[in-house]
């Protein structure tokens, strides 16, 4: 059982905006900044978005983050076909001292 | 560009122990500013954090595997490796390396951990078996 909780699956059609959330606690998400990491199949992770909602370069600006509270938010914009993939939250735990993922959400378009 | 290579056996006995070694190009690993680490994802589930370790040699581990988790660092090969005992079954799974950005900012009374894998390796698969 993950420490930050995502829906297992979300779906979209092209074009559309879906929405991904990852739910943790004081000691994470509430204390911490946010990442997601995309996982295309059979490849590894790549950092999708950090610091809450910083996008590393290269990362198209269909993807955006957001956090309130001890939630957090992945979004993307105009959804194309090679945006199927599995994605995941992280953030530090204080409380564990060290970083902690969400269990992935899978995106099928 | 920055670039991760794991290396190791495929394949390790119960009870034994996997060893996996991260080779970094393309940058130093003698950063201060960064730390490098390893995580897991057993077959078709989700990504667990193993430890990290700083040139320097200091490190930090998942409490669930401190007792089993030994990662070191050889700055003079540029390389850092990863060490897991007793092995079970439960261990199989893609092992990454990455390199680990982790600093508390503090600004307007807060001081939030800014913590991130920004460099991933390719991955390397470990299965336990007899």
């Known amino acids: 059982q993950s420490v930050l909780t995502q829906p297992p699956s979300a779906s979209g059609t092209p074009g559309q905006r879906v929405t991904i959330s990852c739910s943790g606690s004081?000691?994470?998400?509430?204390?911490?900044?946010v990442n997601w990491y995309q996982q295309l199949p059979g490849t590894a992770p790549k950092l999708l978005i950090y610091n809450n909602n910083q996008r590393p370069s290269g990362v198209p600006d269909r993807f955006s983050g957001s956090k309130s509270g001890t939630s957090a938010s992945l979004a993307i914009s105009g959804l194309q076909s090679e945006d199927e993939a599995d994605y995941y939250c992280?953030?530090?735990?204080?409380?564990?001292?060290?970083?902690?993922f969400g269990g992935g959400t899978k995106l099928t378009v | 560009q920055l670039q991760l290579q794991e290396s190791g056996p495929g394949l390790v006995k119960p009870s034994e122990t996997l060893s996996l070694t991260c080779s970094v190009s393309g940058g130093s690993i003698s950063s201060s500013n960064y730390y490098w680490g390893w995580i897991r994802q057993p077959p078709g589930k989700g990504l667990e954090w193993i430890g990290s370790v700083h040139y320097s040699g200091s490190t930090h581990y998942n409490p669930s595997l401190k007792s089993r988790v030994t990662i070191s660092v050889d700055t003079s090969k540029n390389r850092f490796s990863l060490k897991l005992n007793s092995v079970t079954a439960a261990d199989t799974a893609v092992y990454y390396c990455?390199?680990?950005?982790?600093?508390?900012?503090?600004?307007?009374?807060?001081?939030?951990?800014?913590?991130?894998?920004?460099?991933w390796g390719q991955g390397t698969l470990v299965t336990v078996s007899s």
């Open positions: 004081s000691s994470n998400i509430g204390s911490n900044t």
């Open positions: 990455a390199r680990h950005s982790s600093l508390r900012y503090c600004s307007g009374g807060s001081c939030p951990r800014q913590d991130y894998f920004d460099y």
């Open positions: 992280a953030a530090w735990d204080d409380s564990l001292n060290g970083p902690v």
